[in-house]
């Protein structure tokens, strides 16, 4: 059964960094597209950043535009999101998620276009 795996979440104060991972076993990812998503309480999951399955093409919501780099590492079966200048809006429950095919680009980062979910990771920043 394919497993995608969080860590690197925690509290940090505003203006603060946090490095997120993603592992996937079970499951060659390289063929797909990969991204993050964010869910805080009373909000619906939304995406954050996505990066094509050979890293060449990467997209970002507005809101984390200039903060955020999400990159991957195909040999590790590894995901990662580089959070910069944290702000107390950021605070949510973060997912990495993957496609079950190579479709990707900005249009494509909601949720039904993703099949396969990592159990999350809270990220809280603190004012």
């Known amino acids: 059964q394919v497993q995608l795996r969080e860590s690197g979440g925690g509290s940090v104060q505003a203006g603060g960094s946090l490095r997120l991972s993603c592992t996937a076993s079970?499951?060659?990812?390289?063929?797909?597209?990969m991204a993050w998503f964010r869910q805080a309480p009373g909000k619906e999951r939304e995406g954050v950043a996505g990066i094509s399955p050979g890293g060449g093409m990467s997209f970002y919501a507005d809101s984390v535009k200039g903060r955020f780099t999400i990159s991957r590492d195909n040999a590790k079966n590894t995901l990662y999101l580089q959070m910069n200048s944290l702000k107390p809006e950021d605070t949510a429950m973060y997912y990495c998620?993957?496609?079950?095919?190579?479709?990707?680009?900005?249009?494509?980062?909601?949720?039904?276009?993703?099949?396969?979910w990592g159990q999350g990771t809270q990220v809280t920043v603190i004012s």
């Open positions: 079970r499951f060659t990812t390289s063929g797909n597209c």
């Open positions: 998620a993957a496609t079950a095919g190579p479709s990707c680009s900005a249009s494509y980062l909601v949720p039904s276009n993703f099949r396969y």
